[in-house]
């Protein structure tokens, strides 16, 4: 049977018509995520509500998004838990949540312009991409990024000499 998702007539057809009865808890399923991590073996991570909420919160408490002054570049792709709370934590704190392009992460220039463009104040790399990024970088661009949060892979002191040197004000 084919389902033509964007045909109203068979939308209608695979909705159900009553709401189910279940009651949520936190530690009821949020998503699964595929990932090959340190064995090189895909396989399902299950992750939870309440370990995903711990963890927004506990970013909240570190690092303090100001809905009065931050933005968020949500430019990691779905496929990586990263994304996970580059979407959520603005969402939980009121703060701005600016979606970069498709396959924009890799342009370190596209990433500049946006950065100044919409006074992105906070964003990931996995420490490669940084270095990269940071490579691009002359003194002096991207003034208003506040907060690099890096994760996936070893951060060498290198890279965060580099950041502290081209981004004094990180």
Same mark, same amino acid.
């Given at each position: ?29 949020? =998503?699964?995520? =595929? ?5 090189? *073996? ?20 570190? =690092? ?45 220039? =596209?990433?500049? *312009? ?57």
């Amino acid at each position: 049977e084919i389902i033509l998702l964007d045909d109203p007539d068979s939308e209608k057809s695979i909705l159900p018509t009553i709401v189910p009865n279940i009651q949520l808890e936190p530690e009821n399923l949020m =998503y699964v995520i =595929y990932t090959s991590g340190s064995t090189g *073996r895909p396989k399902g991570v299950m992750n939870q509500h309440d370990g995903v909420v711990n963890r927004l919160l506990w970013g909240q408490q570190c =690092y303090r998004l100001d809905p009065k002054k931050d933005v968020v570049l949500q430019k990691t792709t779905f496929c990586f838990d990263v994304s996970v709370w580059e979407l959520f934590w603005p969402l939980i704190t009121g703060v701005k949540l600016v979606f970069a392009e498709p396959e924009g992460q890799k342009d370190s220039d =596209y990433l500049k *312009r946006i950065i100044d463009e919409e006074r992105i104040t906070t964003l990931h790399f996995v420490p490669s991409m940084l270095e990269a990024f940071l490579l691009s970088l002359s003194f002096g661009e991207v003034t208003g990024l506040r907060q690099i949060l890096c994760s996936g892979e070893a951060l060498s002191p290198e890279q965060v000499l580099c950041v502290q040197k081209k981004l004094p004000h990180v």
